[in-house]
């Protein structure tokens, strides 16, 4: 079952519903309707047995597509629960294949959408990550991204927390038994608490830092999100931790 809805992640991304959207993400095959049938046969999508690396809130995408253009032996699945933020990913999409058509743009007749050649070790879903074991089996996942997310401030809503022990469960089930979660933020608060929340969880910290970009070792190869791009920008430190089991 798909969950997605048509706001945005985070204050600055917060969108409109665009009519457009649905009709776009229907359409565009880098967007993969019904990922639960997909469970347990993602490497079908891809035609390949390449380890699988997922980012849950993707935004617009930036990130991940510029890791799938860096490593063809990798294929990526982002998600977003929200169809107005993945709607802005899929032209974002167009754009990084040097297309200078903006799918179904008011006014515009939808053109022809297709996966591009260069760029197909790439997948989007509209899903809540509450579901995410719903769309994939046990060890079909090598890697989880989490970027930027949501800090949920209020205690009443700490479980809302991508970084929390009742959503590391989840990604324990999905792993691979060497799988990792990479998780980055500003937010010192959520930071502290995911650090707090991965020991309690009984996972292994391997890496942390308080201060990304002023880290030899873990800022090497380093691919920025456009919100650590900004925030960095602004004087802000990036934190970043790496945790397995």
């Known amino acids: 079952m798909n969950a997605c809805e048509c706001n945005g992640k985070g204050d600055d991304m917060r969108l409109r519903n665009i009519p457009r959207a649905e009709g776009v993400l229907q359409a565009h095959p880098i967007v993969i309707k019904e990922e639960n049938n997909q469970k347990g046969k993602w490497n079908q999508i891809f035609g390949n047995d390449h380890p699988i690396y997922i980012e849950i809130g993707m ?61 197909s070790n790439i997948r989007f879903v509209c899903m809540d990550a509450g579901l995410i074991t719903d769309a994939f089996v046990p060890g079909e996942v090598a890697r989880i991204y989490l970027n930027f997310s949501d800090p949920w401030p209020k205690k009443r809503h700490a479980r809302r927390r991508l970084t929390s022990k009742e959503f590391l469960k989840r990604y324990d089930q999905i792993l ?70």
């Open 59 to 119: 935004g617009k995408g930036q990130f991940l597509m510029t890791l799938a253009k860096q490593n063809p032996d990798i294929n990526y699945i982002g998600i977003e629960r929200y169809s107005s933020v993945l709607l802005r990913a899929v032209e974002k999409y167009e754009e990084f294949c040097g297309r200078d058509i903006v799918p179904g743009k008011e006014g515009m007749e939808l053109p022809e959408l297709i996966v591009d050649p260069e760029l």
């Open 176 to 245: 691979a038994k060497d799988g990792r979660v990479e998780f980055k933020t500003d937010n010192r608060d959520l930071f502290a608490f995911s650090l707090e929340e991965v020991a309690e969880a009984g996972w292994t910290l391997e890496a942390s830092t308080w201060d990304l970009h002023h880290d030899e070792t873990m800022n090497q190869g380093n691919v920025m999100t456009e919100y650590e791009a900004k925030f960095s920008s602004m004087g802000n430190p990036i934190h970043k931790l790496i945790a397995g089991r």
